[in-house]
């Protein structure tokens, strides 16, 4: 069996953040899959590029620069230079094809990064870059939000395993190679996430390590500052996992953690932990497919939205936006609906506004209208979820006292994630005080 650990990008920022990384994974018994994310830092200088606000690579990847340095092998980092300054020529593109593989170039250094520490330290390891034939994970789709091919993606794995030498594999995160065209694709937002837990999948791994710079997922991210080790969530099941991720908390989002259903769905039981990078065996939240210990909440969350409200010929949307793979949650009837994106940056409307248009532009009375200025905030736990024929009677008490709590703030909407959550829409410069009235209600003092 194998094991697949992510490294977050502020969990691989430094040259001592990975040095105690593998200090604590050196010693795993079974060969290990290493998947790395890019520092945000050189994520922002990518987008600085593309927006003209910067030169080229000796600025966009300027700490990998000081970090190779230091470094006795440097023949990895020397090529993937050389191919960067051709991405970055006067004559570069912005098809989406090029920014796509300029995008996932921080990954790309921050994995060969990785692997010539491993190799410093005496650790056997291989480093599969994206143009390798045998890179494991396949995709098809757009260029900038493409999907993992799982079944391509097993036999690839299946493949490499067999012959491969190496104790330890070290991959990119964030993308993949399209099972047709061999082009560079993203995996879109969380997208080395989404590429770790498809490799668990594609590797029919025993164990994934998600390695964050916070102690697992905190009961109330937003007080992290405030939180102790007792506000980790020790377990959550995968019906929390997708109704979290939609609020907003440090998780994979939905699109995600559709390697680990599918696995999960083959019956494999794999261990499943979000944990600090610093002390990976210590306080952590464990991923399951079903948490049999009731609590009815055991978090709180909150994330600021793009809210449309459109009224007419709706038909296809809901289709159309799963093709996308645009993040979403809406309430619909057959004239109208109320539809949730989360905003994660400038481009989230322009895209989303791009998808509607092509879709409903055309139909004769369709308006569609938006705001920008509401967060969506709520509590997940599976003491919620209905039992038998008594359809989510659990729920009636929490959302009273939810009711309650929230009696000062004005709630725009009352809109809940899933089943096992209750969720509400209100002003952005009410989200934090919402918050933490939920978990002053829920959560303070447990």
């Known amino acids: 069996m194998t094991q697949i650990v992510k490294i977050g990008g502020k969990s691989g920022a430094t040259l001592e953040k990975n040095q105690r990384i593998i200090e604590q994974i050196r010693h795993f018994d079974e060969p290990t899959v290493v998947v790395v994310s890019a520092n945000g830092g050189a994520t922002d200088r990518i987008q600085g590029f593309l927006e003209g606000k910067t030169i080229g690579p ?43 593989a300029l995008h996932m170039s921080g990954e790309r250094l921050a994995a060969a990064l990785f692997d010539a520490m491993l190799d410093e330290n005496g650790v056997s390891s291989e480093f599969v870059d994206f143009v390798d034939e045998g890179f494991p994970v396949k995709v098809s789709g757009d260029d900038h939000n493409a999907r993992i091919d799982y079944d391509a993606s097993r036999e690839a794995a299946s493949a490499f395993m067999k012959k491969n030498g190496s104790r330890f594999i070290v991959l990119p995160g964030y993308g993949g190679l399209d099972v047709k065209s061999r ?33 697992g997922i905190l009961r109330y991210a937003g007080l992290k ?56 065996s210590g306080p952590r939240t464990a991923i399951v497919r079903k948490d049999g210990k009731k609590e009815p909440v ?28 645009v993040e979403h949650t809406a309430q619909m009837s057959n004239t109208w609906t109320r ?20 879709l409903l532009g055309a139909r004769p009375g369709t308006k569609v209208e938006y705001y920008t200025d509401l967060a969506w905030v709520g509590v997940v736990g599976n003491g919620m979820e209905s039992n038998g024929s008594v359809y989510r009677q659990e729920a009636m008490g929490i959302a009273a006292r939810a009711a309650s709590a929230l009696s000062s703030i004005d709630i725009v909407y009352q809109m809940d994630p899933g089943e096992v959550s209750l969720g509400y829409v209100v002003h952005r410069k009410d989200s934090r005080a919402a918050q933490e009235a939920l978990y002053n209600e829920f959560l303070n003092g447990r």
């Open 58 to 100: 000796e600025q966009i990847f300027q700490e990998f620069e000081m970090m190779y340095k230091s470094l006795e092998t440097r023949h990895t980092r020397n090529g993937h230079l050389t191919h960067l300054r051709d991405l970055t020529y006067d004559e570069f593109e912005r098809a989406p094809k090029d920014t796509a």
């Open 183 to 215: 082009k560079f694709k993203t995996l879109g937002r969380g997208g080395s996430d989404t590429s770790a837990m498809g490799n668990m999948y594609a590797f029919s791994a025993s164990g994934l390590w998600m390695l964050t710079d916070v102690p």
């Open 225 to 280: 500052d405030r939180a102790g080790e007792d506000d980790v969530v020790g377990c959550l099941g995968m019906d929390e996992i997708e109704d979290a991720a939609s609020l907003g908390v440090k998780l994979p989002g939905r699109k995600a953690v559709e390697g680990i259903e599918k696995y999960f769905g083959e019956g494999a039981s794999p261990q499943i932990y979000i944990t600090m990078d610093a002390d990976i």
């Open 298 to 325: 055991k978090l709180v969350g909150g994330r600021n939205i793009i809210f449309y409200k459109i009224k007419g010929d709706i038909r296809g949307l809901h289709n159309v936006l799963m093709k996308k793979y």
């Open 339 to 358: 539809l949730m994106i989360p905003e994660y940056d400038g481009d989230s409307r322009s895209y989303v506004d791009g998808v509607l248009s092509r």
